[in-house]
């Protein structure tokens, strides 16, 4: 397997390139890749490069640049945040996309984007890497429930492996998903490679504020979750957690902030076991300003996915300060491991519902844990992310060639 130093040829890297990302999902879809692409092509044109993205387009406005190429679409089945964009469509772009001289093709997404970024390498001559985002083994089967879960997996496993060794090169997020790429027999490069985080958009947030908005009274402990409200993200799991937090902290706020499939099962589940009057539901919040206001508010983030491939809300709530007490598996160890910013704990109501309360009792230690947040975020800029990916294009642009 080739493997690329990016520091050894960090003086070798192109002044600037021409980059075409492919992707099945963009803004307003609001989720992780959408978030990774939008970091990566912000930084990537700060540092002089060029950046067209193909993605489908959504019922809802979005204010685009000029480098966003939209392709008509159509709802995916049994998903209605998501769509499918029209291959016709898509695939008559191939002569438009050829004239422009691109150096690289970047596919962010394994289903049409993918086929669509094979074709257009035969017809550019030019490498090809994709980003596996998704950890599509422990997913599908919360989207495809009447198939047996191992056949799915085994789905996931087989398509995964043929993606990947037919790009040149495979960006990964963190270290456990390239041990379970390679598990799978991929043998196309791998670099790791997270999303960094833009500073300047997390640098300060006003939870008074929020509160005020929302009623919550000052003096409350409030816990939050913000993300995607997906089965994979084990949101029932913190919800259980809860009612048992409730034993020692009777007046805890558990905000949740997010849209998503598992909304009204998790609503339910909040009415079965009571906590009605202790969880908060307040849907999608504006990036730039609410946003940073819902992390600001808590005393803690809670987080519990088993799937997640990095985890950026990780980095999110520490960049503003807000300890976080989360489960560490997959991508969110490669942040959680030895970080002075978090508590990691076993997946047991008990156990984290303990060490939750702990904390909440403690505020000289969320003090201390709001302030190693802010100086461990250093090690995860997105700048520093975007330069280490043009190292990587350039190097795999010299090796095709």
């Given at each position: 397997?080739?493997?690329?130093?990016?520091?050894?040829?960090?003086?070798?890297?192109?002044?600037?390139?021409?980059?075409?990302?492919?992707?099945?999902?963009?803004?307003?879809?609001?989720?992780?890749?959408?978030?990774?692409?939008?970091?990566?092509?912000?930084?990537?044109?700060?540092?002089?490069?060029?950046?067209?993205?193909?993605?489908?387009?959504?019922?809802?406005?979005?204010?685009?640049?000029?480098?966003?190429?939209?392709?008509?679409?159509?709802?995916?089945?049994?998903?209605?945040?998501?769509?499918?964009?029209?291959?016709?469509?898509?695939?008559?772009?191939?002569?438009?996309?050829?004239?422009?001289?691109?150096?690289?093709?970047?596919?962010q997404t394994p289903f049409i984007a993918h086929y669509f970024g094979l074709t257009l390498r035969?017809?550019?001559?030019?490498?090809?890497?994709?980003?596996?985002?998704?950890?599509?083994?422990?997913?599908?089967?919360?989207?495809?429930?009447?198939?047996?879960?191992?056949?799915?997996?085994?789905?996931?496993?087989?398509?995964?492996?043929?993606?990947?060794?037919?790009?040149?090169?495979?960006?990964?997020?963190?270290?456990?998903?390239?041990?379970?790429?390679?598990?799978?027999?991929?043998?196309?490069?791998?670099?790791?490679?997270?999303?960094?985080?833009?500073?300047?958009?997390?640098?300060?947030?006003?939870?008074?504020?929020?509160?005020?908005?929302?009623?919550?009274?000052?003096?409350?402990?409030?816990?939050?979750?913000?993300?995607?409200?997906?089965?994979?993200?084990?949101?029932?799991?913190?919800?259980?957690?809860?009612?048992?937090?409730?034993?020692?902290?009777?007046?805890?706020?558990?905000?949740?902030?997010?849209?998503?499939?598992?909304?009204?099962?998790?609503?339910?589940?909040?009415?079965?076991?009571?906590?009605?009057?202790?969880?908060?539901?307040?849907?999608?919040?504006?990036r730039k300003s609410a946003l940073p206001d819902c992390y600001c508010a808590a005393n803690a983030?809670?987080f519990a996915s088993n799937t997640e491939t990095q985890g950026l809300v990780l980095l999110e709530?520490?960049?503003?300060?807000?300890?976080?007490?989360?489960?560490?598996?997959?991508?969110?160890?490669?942040?959680?491991?030895?970080?002075?910013?978090?508590?990691?704990?076993?997946?047991?109501?008990?156990?984290?519902?303990?060490?939750?309360?702990?904390?909440?009792?403690?505020?000289?230690?969320?003090?201390?844990?709001?302030?190693?947040?802010?100086?461990?975020?250093?090690?995860?800029?997105?700048?520093?992310?975007?330069?280490?990916?043009?190292?990587?294009?350039?190097?795999?642009?010299?090796?095709?060639?």
């Amino acid at each position: 397997m080739l493997l690329f130093n990016l520091e050894q040829f960090a003086s070798d890297t192109e002044p600037s390139m021409r980059i075409l990302m492919l992707s099945d999902v963009y803004f307003p879809r609001v989720n992780g890749v959408s978030s990774s692409i939008h970091t990566f092509r912000e930084q990537l044109l700060s540092l002089g490069h060029h950046v067209t993205l193909v993605a489908p387009a959504y019922p809802e406005d979005y204010d685009d640049d000029e480098d966003t190429i939209r392709v008509a679409s159509r709802r995916v089945p049994r998903d209605p945040e998501d769509r499918l964009m029209v291959r016709a469509k898509l695939f008559g772009l191939e002569k438009r996309l050829a004239q422009q001289q691109f150096d690289v093709i970047h596919i962010q997404t394994p289903f049409i984007a993918h086929y669509f970024g094979l074709t257009l390498r035969k017809a550019l001559n030019i490498p090809v890497v994709e980003t596996y985002h998704t950890f599509f083994e422990e997913y599908l089967f919360h989207y495809i429930p009447f198939l047996p879960k191992s056949w799915m997996r085994f789905c996931a496993k087989y398509f995964s492996r043929r993606q990947c060794n037919a790009v040149d090169a495979v960006i990964v997020p963190s270290r456990a998903m390239k041990k379970v790429l390679t598990d799978y027999g991929i043998t196309s490069p791998m670099e790791i490679l997270p999303t960094g985080i833009q500073l300047e958009a997390f640098s300060s947030g006003d939870g008074v504020r929020f509160r005020q908005q929302y009623q919550i009274d000052q003096d409350r402990p409030v816990i939050t979750f913000i993300g995607r409200v997906a089965f994979e993200k084990n949101i029932a799991f913190l919800l259980r957690m809860m009612a048992v937090a409730l034993k020692t902290t009777p007046n805890i706020l558990f905000v949740i902030a997010g849209e998503g499939p598992a909304l009204p099962s998790l609503q339910k589940l909040t009415a079965q076991l009571n906590l009605s009057e202790n969880v908060k539901f307040i849907g999608y919040l504006a990036r730039k300003s609410a946003l940073p206001d819902c992390y600001c508010a808590a005393n803690a983030f809670v987080f519990a996915s088993n799937t997640e491939t990095q985890g950026l809300v990780l980095l999110e709530a520490m960049a503003l300060g807000v300890p976080v007490v989360s489960t560490a598996a997959m991508g969110t160890i490669d942040i959680l491991e030895g970080n002075p910013a978090a508590i990691v704990c076993q997946e047991d109501e008990q156990t984290f519902a303990h060490s939750l309360c702990q904390l909440l009792d403690d505020k000289e230690k969320q003090r201390a844990m709001s302030e190693a947040g802010r100086v461990e975020i250093k090690k995860w800029t997105a700048e520093a992310m975007a330069e280490r990916l043009v190292i990587f294009y350039d190097r795999l642009h010299f090796k095709i060639e």
